[in-house]
């Protein structure tokens, strides 16, 4: 059974930092492309961040760019999203997303392209 499980969330106050975790389990996702969307109460889910296979391409929504970095550890089948000088905004439920494609390179910031999805790990940024 594939699973993919977040960690990290909780309350923080504006200005402060969050590094979120998902672990991969149940087949090997250090193959493929993967990534983290957002979705805040009351609005619709949205795109935060995407990192290749290989860990050497990443993109980052325009709300989270310079303040947010995603890495992943292929060894440990982990993805990570560092959260820096966060705010207010960015409050929302936080879900990790795996694409099963092989493609060099691939990346992707759709929510129809994602096959795999994690259970959410909530954010709260107090201001």
């Known amino acids: 059974q594939v699973q993919l499980v977040e960690s990290g969330g909780g309350l923080v106050q504006a200005g402060g930092s969050l590094e979120l975790s998902c672990a991969a389990s149940?087949?090997?996702?250090?193959?493929?492309?993967m990534g983290w969307f957002r979705q805040a109460p009351g609005k619709e889910r949205e795109f935060v961040s995407a990192?290749?296979?290989?860990?050497?391409?990443?993109t980052y929504a325009d709300s989270v760019k310079g303040r947010f970095t995603i890495s992943r550890d292929n060894a440990k089948n982990t993805v990570y999203l560092l959260m820096d000088k966060l705010k207010p905004e960015d409050t929302a439920d936080y879900y990790c997303?795996?694409?099963?494609?092989?493609?060099?390179?691939?990346?992707?910031?759709?929510?129809?392209?994602?096959?795999?999805w994690g259970q959410g790990t909530q954010v709260t940024v107090s201001s």
């Open positions: 997303a795996a694409v099963l494609s092989y493609v060099m390179g691939y990346m992707f910031n759709r929510e129809e392209e994602v096959d795999y």
């Open positions: 990192i290749s296979r290989s860990g050497r391409s990443t």
């Open positions: 149940g087949r090997t996702f250090s193959s493929v492309p």
